[in-house]
């Protein structure tokens, strides 16, 4: 008996991600019956063209399964499996699968996914609970197994500079300046110090006015280095992304000049600004990230610089 003919197909493939009141799920396309007469979730994806990069083709694999725009990142893994008698297009062949899997996701606010491909090899996509999936509630091919078995959220590490920027009020006590977080940010609605990351090569003080200007609208002269602070937690990114994130904080003590505090920067991380009763932070009746409240407790500290009572 001769040989039989011989089929290679490379192609890619992603791990999309997202966060829904808690819940984490997966982004999955179901195959068509023509390809699995049961029911069949696969990862996004498919073949590359001659001559086409392997994460504009996922790009457009992805539009065209599940009409998203998905941004693709760096680094994947190469799956390879080799099936000697496999049946392709009415006849039997000695196939080999190279896969090569990316991580992705898409915009917080994108619409639901839908198949816009007509005829093609899938005929639905959906989010899934990420949950079902591992726990075998949800049918998928071994690929999707095989990939989510190799998976970690994106590992991120970002230095930023805050500001601890207080005041004495005419009536008494002290008020402290700070800033809301937008639906952009990783915790919406709370309130955190005036700052945020520092770009490559730029001096921290230099960073932390930039951000204070664009943040509350004010000049702001940057003091000394008063504490390093830091969170490591898994969420979601701005861009949609689910990272496990690990942020280091530079506090400075710091002044703004005088003038009623604003928002600059646009359709950024931060959406209002205000000087805040630290008593009303204190008793919880304002909320706040931890950063603020390990600031605040600086204060007590025997060694803590001085500030304006």
Do not use: K
Request: a negative charge; charged letters at 25%.
């Amino acid at each position: 008996m001769g040989s039989l003919p011989r089929r290679q197909r490379v192609a890619a493939y992603a791990v999309v991600l997202r966060e829904r009141d808690g819940v984490v799920e997966i982004l999955l396309s179901r195959l068509a019956p023509r390809i699995s007469r049961s029911e069949m979730w696969t990862l996004p994806g498919g073949g590359v063209d001659h001559g086409e990069d392997p994460r504009d083709a996922l790009i457009r694999e992805i539009h065209e399964e599940a009409g998203l725009a998905a941004t693709i990142g760096e680094r994947a893994r190469v799956y390879s499996a080799h099936m000697p008698r496999t049946p392709r297009d009415g006849q039997l062949v000695d196939a080999h699968a190279i896969r090569i899997v990316y991580d992705g996701w898409v915009a917080p606010d994108a619409p639901e996914p839908r198949v816009v491909e007509v005829d093609g090899s899938t005929v639905d996509a959906a989010w899934l609970p990420l949950s079902d999936v591992l726990a075998g509630r949800v049918p998928v091919t071994a690929s999707v197994s095989d990939a989510l078995a190799d998976h970690g959220p994106h590992r991120l590490q970002r230095v930023a500079a805050y500001a601890v920027v207080e005041r004495t009020r005419p009536a008494g006590g002290r008020e402290v300046l700070l800033t809301r977080l937008s639906a952009r940010a990783a915790h919406p609605g709370r309130w955190t110090l005036p700052g945020g990351g520092i770009d490559h090569g730029e001096r921290p003080a230099t960073a932390l006015a930039r951000e204070v200007e664009e943040e509350c609208g004010l000049a702001c002269e940057v003091g000394d280095l008063v504490d390093v602070h830091d969170s490591h937690f898994e969420g979601t990114a701005p861009s949609g992304r689910i990272e496990d994130f690990h942020g280091i904080h530079l506090l400075f003590r710091a002044t703004v000049a005088d003038g009623e505090p604003r928002v600059v920067e646009q359709d950024g991380t931060t959406d209002a600004v205000a000087w805040v009763a630290v008593d009303d932070v204190a008793g919880g009746r304002v909320e706040v990230l931890g950063l603020v409240r390990h600031a605040l407790g600086l204060h007590d500290r025997p060694d803590a610089p001085g500030t304006d009572r």
